[in-house]
């Protein structure tokens, strides 16, 4: 039972997450498309990146919030955010000129290696929500098969 607290828990962490994320994006919505066009980026993948991930987090967040679809939830989040995340490291390798972030709120005001940390965490805890889950799964089947005998 206290797993299954410290997993919700975490896993309302994320939920908390991209929901902010993508309120936040909302909330000054003509600033996320002006540095979004900005961005490294072809116009036709800005213009799409534009109307698609704040949906896309907040979906994501909706898997994540229920149990039944969690588990398609933390692979959605990982994927979202391991490519977040190699976005960072490449602006850290100086691979693109200067870019402005065009995240939202308090995320906005971090330097870029900041920023690469806290997505690292948020991949560690996504990945051990998943193992979690994996966890779950694996005594469940151990008792159904126990149960058939």
């Known amino acids: 039972m206290k797993k299954q607290a410290i997993q919700d828990s975490l896993s309302a962490l994320l939920v908390l997450l991209f929901v902010y994320a993508s309120f936040s994006k909302y909330a000054d919505f003509k600033y996320f498309q002006q540095s979004m066009h900005r961005q490294p980026f ?23 919030a229920f149990s039944r679809t969690r588990l398609l939830g933390l692979y959605a989040f990982i994927i979202i955010m391991s490519l977040f995340t190699f976005y960072i490291v490449a602006i850290l390798l100086n691979l693109f000129p200067i870019v ?20 690292l ?9 998943l193992r ?9 089947r151990k008792n159904s098969t126990k149960n058939q005998r």
């Open 121 to 129: 965490f948020f991949i560690l805890i996504a990945g051990l929500v």
């Open 42 to 64: 072809p116009n036709w993948l800005v213009t799409s990146i534009i109307w698609m991930l704040p949906p896309l987090e907040i979906a994501i967040a909706g898997l994540l």
């Open 100 to 119: 402005p972030c065009s995240c939202g709120g308090l995320i906005q005001s971090l330097g870029w290696l900041p920023h690469l940390f806290l997505n």
């Open 132 to 140: 979690m889950e994996f966890l779950n799964i694996k005594k469940e």
